[in-house]
């Protein structure tokens, strides 16, 4: 699906981030996502309310981040909340708004992660309910 289409379709607030994977071979970008599917429009009552999803962004022309905060994003450690999830006007970046836990006694990180890509698929990995 493209850019537009994946954001229109899944609904992103309060999803965790928990892994991000990018392979420079392929420049495919692979986010982990704790996801609400009890948030979806498409969502049905007798089904399991969360679950996890992985979402990879094909052929990734354009990736920005806040450079300050890399060794975590690439980490096995990323606890991280979506605020947002949209396009810019042209329909050709998904900018996701995001909030990472501080390790240490500051405050929480906000960042953004800026993403150009030719296709977006998404694979349900598991469902349960909390």
Same mark, same amino acid.
């Given at each position: 699906?493209?850019?537009?289409?994946?954001?229109?379709?899944?609904?992103?607030?309060?999803?965790?981030?928990?892994?991000? *994977?990018?392979?420079?071979?392929?420049?495919?970008?692979?986010?982990?996502?704790?996801?609400?599917?009890?948030?979806?429009?498409?969502?049905?009552?007798?089904?399991?309310? *969360? /679950?996890?999803? @992985?979402v990879t962004f094909e052929n990734v022309s354009f990736?920005?981040?806040?450079?300050? $905060?890399?060794?975590?994003?690439?980490? *096995?450690?990323?606890?991280?909340?979506?605020?947002?999830?949209? $396009? %810019?006007? %042209? /329909? *050709?970046? #998904?900018?996701? @708004? #995001?909030?990472?836990?501080? %390790?240490? %006694?500051?405050?929480?990180?906000?960042?953004?992660?800026?993403?150009? @890509?030719?296709?977006?698929?998404?694979?349900?990995?598991?469902?349960?309910?909390?």
């Open positions: 699906m493209t850019i537009t289409e994946f954001a229109e379709k899944y609904y992103l607030h309060d999803s965790n981030i928990e892994k991000i *994977n990018f392979d420079e071979k392929t420049k495919n970008l692979t986010l982990t996502i704790e996801f609400c599917f009890w948030m979806q429009n498409w969502y049905k009552n007798d089904e399991p309310t *969360n /679950g996890k999803i @992985s990736l920005e981040y806040d450079e300050n $905060i890399s060794e975590k994003i690439f980490s *096995n450690e990323l606890d991280s909340e979506i605020y947002s999830a949209d $396009i %810019d006007e %042209d /329909g *050709n970046f #998904v900018i996701f @708004s #995001v909030e990472t836990i501080s %390790d240490s %006694d500051c405050d929480d990180i906000y960042w953004n992660l800026k993403i150009k @890509s030719e296709n977006v698929e998404v694979t349900e990995l598991e469902r349960y309910n909390l």
